[in-house]
């Protein structure tokens, strides 16, 4: 009954007429900077900060984050039409969504994705109100041994992602690692691999990666590339309509990747991109045929949109019942709430419910603006396939440049995207996957943070990690997922062996 109350006082409130345009403003704002790769949500909500400061707390908040999950659904149409992740998170879209649209299937990836993420985000919004406080409960239960555990197992899962080598793909793994500790020691204050450029100290611009590695190699590759338009046709109705197979291969997906996002993105200091980089993982492991991904498998986008549209409605638990900030940008979000003169905390429930309960509400009503906004401009995003390659490379290299410039304001890190495409470029040319490197970077200063934490707090045993229950089940997943990847790595050259002796006896 307290939820029901909770639901029919948050209803009245984000019905407001003023906060449902705030959230129509929001959504939209989202979905056009999800769209423009490059710019993200964090450079849209620190412009937008200074605006909320005329506006009903309410409102404002809603707005923010109608930015936010906006940028969510937006974000992986660049990832499928041009092979550029609009955001961090849907860089996973890039590998089986610009395959699809290359094989003339760009308005059943933008479509499917749209549902995926309508349903990630609405399965998400019911688990923030049904399972946010054993979530935050949850949440708390977890120190450093176990966060270092949990990103161990994200890194074993990340050397499946390469669709060639499983070598390939840990030594790119290891590549991110190694890019990762570039920058000030948290921990020393000693800055480490900057060469004496004071640039470097910060360590490198995670945008400019995601940029470099996805969309400056893709140019450098298809600048000598004499190719049309991948959308020969009309898009219509029937042309986004998605196949019998198709549905039935994503419905599973779907919910699968629901339940990894709800989970991770609950977890404060993990969010959207780690849930989609391990939805992924997750079904490329159970798939009959792991070949498929990496070639437009439905399964590959469907299942990593619904994890972040659901890491994103999720990132909230721990912003607003705990007060701990998810990532950078729950941390502008808790900005916005003390700039408002509104605490977060286990209080925020019961001495502010129509915020709390409002901002829920909102989600939801956002989320259908956001499936009303999104699919009738299908065709419209489709339609950038055929812009001649001639014009589009050159506005592709102006959007790279501007996004990654808008989020220090430094020609550095312009400089830094120019030289990380290059690298792209040629590890494209030898089959090595930059998925991996990115979830590499991501997860390897958190990891490092955590391990020397955990460290320190026991004085150095080792025996922490195993002694502790939840991070010793993440230690044996792990192994057990090694263990299960070396069996089958067995069996393949087995199996070659034995063909080999077959042909010598012939």
Known sequence: MDILNGLMLGLESALNPVTLLYCFIGVFLGTLIGVLPGIGALAAISLLLPITYHIPPTAAIVMLAGVYYGAQYGGSTASILLNLPGTPSSAVACLDGYPMAKQGRAGVALFMTTIASFVGSMLGILALVLFSPAIAELGLKFGAAEYFAMMLLGLIAASALASGSPAKGLS???????????????????????????ELMDGINLVALAMGVFGISEVISGINQVRGSDVKEKITLRTMTPTRKDVKDSIMPMLRGTGIGSFFGALPGTGASIASFMSYAVEKKIAKDPSRF????????????????????????????????????????????????????????????????????????????LLVLNLPMIGLWVAILRIPYRVLFPAILVFISLGVYSVNNNTFDVLMVAAIGAMGYLLAVFKFEAAPLLLGF??????EENLRRALLLSRGELSTF?????????????????????????????RAREKEADAQQV
């Open 466 to 494: 195993i002694e502790r229950p939840i991070s010793a089940g993440f230690l044996a997943f792990g192994a057990a997922i090694l263990l299960w990847s070396a069996w089958g790595s067995l069996k393949e050259f087995m």
């Open 172 to 198: 790119m793994v290891v590549l991110g690692l190694l890019l990762g500790t570039v920058g000030t020691d948290v921990n020393s204050g000693q800055a480490r691999f900057d060469f004496g450029i004071p």
């Open 294 to 369: 990496g070639n437009g498998a439905i399964e590959g986008v469907t299942a990593p949109e619904a994890a972040n549209n659901a890491a994103a409605q999720t990132a909230f638990v721990p912003t607003l019942s705990l007060g701990i900030p998810g990532d950078a940008v729950m941390a502008l979000m808790l900005g916005a709430l003390i700039i408002h003169g509104i605490q977060p905390g286990p209080m925020l429930m019961s001495q502010q419910p129509d915020l709390f309960w409002g901002l829920i509400v909102s989600f939801g009503i956002g989320n259908i603006m």
């Open 442 to 447: 991501v997860l390897g200063p958190l990891m």
